[in-house]
């Protein structure tokens, strides 16, 4: 299995600097940023929350495009964001960015796109009604401008630059699907698939093959398979439970779980239980005096169903049920210090290393 990792993608670009010289000596194979306007932390909550000590504001994102030339310029292996959208990117300017730069960094870049989530649009005047048919429509035009350098109408809109990169050839296309007209499109335009949900390994691969018949219904080689797991070092499983339960400010990510999720723990969501977690709520809509007072009272059963929780050894068997599911190319997104801060960081500074060495032997 081929390993990658989400870079820090925030201000100060310090951290990323000293993370890269880490990352170079642990091996991966891949470098991720995500394309986040605001995150997941309610800024009024962030000086309660032990990651503040690494960062004064948790919104503090760079552009990834224009962070990953600059990471181009630092290491040899392919960059890719995970994910953006099809609203606030179209697909000229998605196509001419990745071919860019493919052609700029030495290892290649790859397009992770999905139909995006309310944090980054609503916020800032985007519209949110149908992000899958927008996004549909973008990946029509951005597949036929990457395959063809023109538009999928056949008009004059068309691509000047190289669409092959000399070594590592066209920018690939990763689709973040869940739902099925979702894995539909990726079957049909994606060269990857990148969910970031959690899901049962088994319902990863039932997934993936829907994927595969869709894409071979569409004439193109089935996708690359992949997965985008929130990972949270500890201990153990059981002392990741007391750490949360002492600090419960970070129990807050089961507000990304689903509503049925919420409903099946006996509880109702803040935005009731059709919420699709991740894709609708923005915690910074959300008072921070009844999300300190909520935090408690979600159950460390449901943060499980949002983050990967463990130490090594446990994370490895968790994920070695979807490496039996066709899983491919995972790319961690390292969340450790959300409860423990830099302390928990260091004291866990060398499981990273060993969970990459056991996953790319699966």
Do not use: C
């Not at 990323?16 to 932390?41: C, K, N, R």
């Not at 000086?47 to 760079?62: G, M, V």
């Not at 985007?126 to 597949?143: A, I």
């Amino acid at each position: 299995m081929k390993v990658g990792i989400n870079l820090p993608s925030q201000f100060p670009w310090a951290s990323t600097a000293a993370m890269l010289e880490v990352y170079e000596q642990v091996g991966f194979d891949s470098y991720w940023s995500p394309d986040h306007i605001l995150g997941v932390f309610h800024p009024e909550l962030w000086s309660e929350t032990p990651l503040s000590a690494l960062a004064a504001d948790p919104d503090a994102f760079y552009d990834p495009f224009v962070y990953g030339a600059k990471v181009g310029t630092m290491t040899d292996l392919p960059f890719g964001i995970s994910v953006t959208d099809a609203t606030r990117r179209g697909a000229a300017d998605l196509a001419r960015t990745a071919l860019t730069l493919n052609d700029l960094n030495p290892g290649g870049f790859i397009l992770g796109i999905g139909s995006g989530e309310a944090e980054s649009l609503l916020p800032f005047g985007y519209p949110f009604d149908k992000p899958v048919g927008v996004l549909e429509d973008v990946l029509r035009d951005l597949r036929s401008l990457l395959d063809t350098g023109k538009m999928a109408d056949g008009g004059v809109g068309r691509m000047g630059l190289p669409l092959q990169a000399e070594g590592r050839g066209s920018p690939p296309v990763w689709v973040a699907g869940h739902g099925p007209r979702m894995l539909r499109l990726t079957g049909q335009y994606g060269d990857g698939w990148i969910p970031a949900w959690w899901m049962k390994p088994d319902e990863y691969g039932e997934k993936r093959e829907v994927i595969a018949q869709h894409a071979a219904e569409a004439g193109r080689p089935a996708p690359e398979n992949s997965l985008l797991p929130f990972v949270l070092f500890a201990e153990s499983q059981d002392r990741a439970a007391e750490m949360f339960d002492a600090e419960p400010l970070g129990k807050l990510f089961g507000l990304f779980a689903m509503g049925h999720i919420w409903e099946s723990h006996g509880m109702q969501h803040p935005l009731g239980n059709d919420s699709l977690g991740f894709v609708d709520v923005i915690i910074h809509d959300l008072d921070p005096n009844e999300l300190r007072d909520l935090a408690g009272q979600i159950p460390f059963d449901m943060v499980k169903e949002v983050l990967f929780i463990g130490n090594s050894d446990e994370l490895a068997t968790q994920f070695e049920g979807y490496a039996r599911n066709g899983l491919e190319h995972i790319v961690l997104a390292n969340i450790t210090g959300v409860v423990g801060g830099m302390e928990e960081i260091m004291a866990r500074g060398m499981e990273l290393p060993t969970l990459k060495n056991t996953l790319s032997e699966l």
